[in-house]
């Protein structure tokens, strides 16, 4: 309105209400632009893409105003419209201005943004785009497997199939320990007076000691059928496309566990061959001071400073003596010797052998 201009009471009611519009308008406007604008300075958790219970990749970062829970949630949904499609779904990865797009049939399915990686690790878009490409490829692949029947039916019968040689191996595990323990059960109870002295067969019997002789089998036989229960478990999941990464993961515990044992063994045997060879010199050195006390004892052999009383229990002392010191030399190349509970058995003994040396010594 122009100042010294008056117009009329009708244009001037129009001129207000077309302000009163227009400001609020403006006002939603400004809050819609607000909230469609994500705030780099809030922190959003991540999430990962699993499909077919696997792991694909793992989200960080919004985009266009979706957290990564909502960016997830509309990668599986586009994800089971490509599948209803069908195709022959192949994976591919375009570099784009934001990161890397991972594509289904030329199709855009969803994006590794730069902010997604994880730059502490050395992780690049282009290294978790194509991480993410070949696992989507094996997870599509298991559930079109999943929904064809043919092949759910042959998961079926391989399962039973297995299930009939796990019965088979199980039983035959069962015949051959019956056949080892009643072997051992014979040959201990016939040799029972050479292989235990005769308080031992006082205390436990014939029959006790033939349960003793029989406990390493039972335990090995166990083992056996431990080993095969876990082998046709991590098979059968093996056999079907959603369960299928469950019996990857117990097939890969059982390597990696039967790595760890072997590694172990090799790290051990330098300290075992040294504890053997403390074992075989401590031996000889026994043997010879054994034979010396002996011929001080028996008279064969004459010293001035040791008579034929004092012979043998000096000989007992010194060897007792010489065993300690080899046991000290040997134990920190005993495997296990740094664990708390090697540690602990080892304070344990100790403090015996030092309660039990003083009336030794004093006598």
Known sequence: MLPGILLPTRWRRHSALLFLLALVSWLPA??????????????????????????????????????PAERIESIQDGLEVLL????????????????????????????????????????????????????????????????????????????????????????????????????????????SDKLAPSWSRHVVGHTGLADLAILPVRLLA????????????????????YTRPWGESLFDNLVAAVGRIARGVLHALPGLMFVALIFFVTRFVVRAIRAFFDGVQAGRVQVSWLDDTTARPTGRLLTAIIWLFALVAAYPYIPGSDSEAFKGIGVFVGLMLSIGASGVVNQ
């Open 84 to 191: 209803q499609r069908g195709g022959p779904l192949v994976v591919t990865t375009r570099a784009i201005p934001e990161g890397v797009a991972v594509l289904v049939d030329d199709r855009l399915l969803f994006r590794v943004l730069n902010e997604d990686v994880n730059r502490e690790s050395g992780e690049t878009p282009a290294m978790a785009a194509e991480s993410a490409a070949r696992r989507l490829t094996v997870a599509m692949n298991s559930v079109r497997e999943s929904r064809d029947s043919q092949a759910m039916l042959s998961a079926v019968g391989n399962t039973v199939l297995a299930t009939t040689a796990l019965v088979a191996l199980l039983w035959l595990v069962t015949r051959v320990f019956a056949v080892i323990k009643r072997r051992v059960r014979s040959f201990v109870e016939r040799r």
């Open 222 to 241: 166990w083992a056996a059928a431990l080993l095969l229960v876990y082998e046709w478990a991590a098979l059968v999941l093996e056999f079907f496309p």
């Open 30 to 67: 400004g809050h819609a632009q607000e909230a469609t604008t994500p705030d780099p300075s809030i922190a959003h958790d991540p999430a990962e893409l699993v499909i077919a219970n696997r792991p694909i990749t793992t989200l960080r970062a919004p985009a266009y105003g979706a957290s």
